[in-house]
């Protein structure tokens, strides 16, 4: 199993972005993505999650309402759409999967597969 996190970049405060989840050797529909960052000299946090299957997605409080996961299982991707970006949002973003059977675990212990992580910067 490899995953690959794509779609950062630099982007003014304000700006939005659109991460990418992509898999080989597994079907995402068939496990929970969740999305973790970890900003310099900070821990790793989750920020949110698409659940398994129809499952919803699941997204932390502090960024509710600007932080989106969805799925697009024919493509086999999942996305973290970021809106409104602020400078504290800027972290290397990772995606991995949890085989968990409904929700999201918010631990990253919980999660097995990782990807590479793709850089976000929020600045002007």
């Known amino acids: 199993v490899q995953l690959q996190a794509s779609g950062g970049g630099l982007v003014q405060p304000g700006g939005s972005l659109r991460l990418s989840c992509e898999a080989s050797?597994?079907?995402?529909?068939?496990?929970?993505i969740g999305w973790f960052r970890q900003a310099p000299e900070k821990e790793r946090e989750w920020v949110s999650c698409a659940g398994r299957r129809f499952d919803g997605t699941y997204t932390r409080d502090s960024v509710m309402g600007r932080f989106t996961a969805s799925r697009d299982n024919a493509k086999n991707l999942v996305y973290l759409e970021i809106t409104s970006l602020k400078p504290e949002d800027t972290a290397v973003y990772y995606c991995?999967?949890?085989?968990?059977?409904?929700?999201?675990?918010?631990?990253?212990?919980?999660?097995?597969?990782w990807g590479q992580g793709t850089l976000v910067t929020v600045s002007s």
């Open positions: 050797g597994i079907f995402l529909e068939d496990v929970a």
């Open positions: 991995a999967t949890a085989d968990a059977y409904y929700g999201c675990p918010v631990s990253s212990s919980s999660y097995n597969y």
